[in-house]
């Protein structure tokens, strides 16, 4: 199946539907990361697929608020669809006697070649500080992400104990891996400086300081992060929040960053040296 050469970005903004979005921009939207793109690419059965949908009016399905877990079920919901595409299995537990060592998030079949695929996912969103790229959860770091990703759960498939979870799933053949890792990074002050390993095309915002930009407006949900032109949604900021909140400022999404997030950010990497 060929690929439309259309960006996928001049169709969201025709999708009337949040959720039809959001599953757009899951699938689509340039990947975080330059090495092991992922295999989905926007051909033209997924383009009318995604305008079939949108068109149908029907309610968004019953998907998750937690981003990691909606971002799985968004991609799932595409394979089980694609007729190019088979879904082989999901979030596979790797057991080594009775220790767990991790999980392959989904094995896959493309039916056109026979070609079976490990793809790890996430989705992330990342502020620039002047020690690195943190996650509003500040025990999450871009280099951390990518290092796991590349150094280990890509290469899951290939622990001698995952041979056994593969055979029940009759998986005999090898397995190419990838990353199906989508995300937005945000600079400060319009600097962004990407490490060599992210992707250029990475769509990037700002975030400014909460007590210099003061805001009383409504922050973006999380179930809302994932759709690109989603507007602000009824949960008014409250005072006092320890970790950034997206907001929707002319348009554009940022951050709003406390003072306390940064200073835990001092804290965490005491005695270092920037």
């Known amino acids: 199946m060929k690929c439309v050469k259309s960006d996928v970005g001049q169709l969201i903004p025709q999708l009337h539907q949040s959720w039809t979005r959001q599953l757009a921009w899951s699938l689509f939207s340039p990947d975080l990361f330059a090495y092991y793109p992922s295999p989905f690419r926007p051909d033209a059965w997924s383009i009318e697929w995604l305008q079939n949908l949108d068109q149908s009016g029907s309610d968004e399905p ?3 608020r937690r981003l990691g877990f909606r971002f799985e079920q968004l991609l799932e919901h595409y394979l089980i669809d694609h007729p190019e595409w ?3 299995g999901r979030n596979i537990q790797i057991q080594d006697t009775n220790r767990t060592v991790g999980e392959l998030d989904f094995i896959v079949m493309h039916l056109t070649d026979g070609q079976v695929w490990h793809i790890e996912t996430a989705v992330k969103f990342y502020l620039q500080t002047s020690w690195g790229w943190y996650g509003p959860d500040i025990r999450d770091t871009l280099m951390q992400k990518y290092l796991r990703l590349k150094n280990h759960q890509l290469r899951l498939h290939e622990h001698p104990a995952a041979r056994t979870q ?3 799933y009759g998986i005999s053949q090898n397995l190419a891996s990838a990353m199906h890792v989508k995300g937005w990074l945000f600079g400060h ?7 060599d390993y992210i992707n250029p095309a990475i769509q990037t915002a700002n975030w400014e300081l909460a007590a210099k930009w003061p805001y009383s407006g409504s922050y973006l949900d999380k179930s809302h992060w994932l759709d690109p032109i989603a507007m602000e949604t009824d949960y008014p900021v409250e005072d006092g929040k320890e970790y950034p909140i997206m907001i929707i400022r002319n348009g554009q999404r940022q951050f709003l960053v406390p003072e306390i997030w940064l200073q835990s ?6 005695g270092q040296t920037v």
């Open 62 to 64: 019953d998907f998750p």
């Open 86 to 88: 088979q879904l082989l």
């Open 166 to 168: 593969l055979d029940h």
């Open 189 to 195: 002050e319009g600097q962004c400086h990407l490490p």
């Open 265 to 270: 950010i001092d804290e965490q990497n005491n």
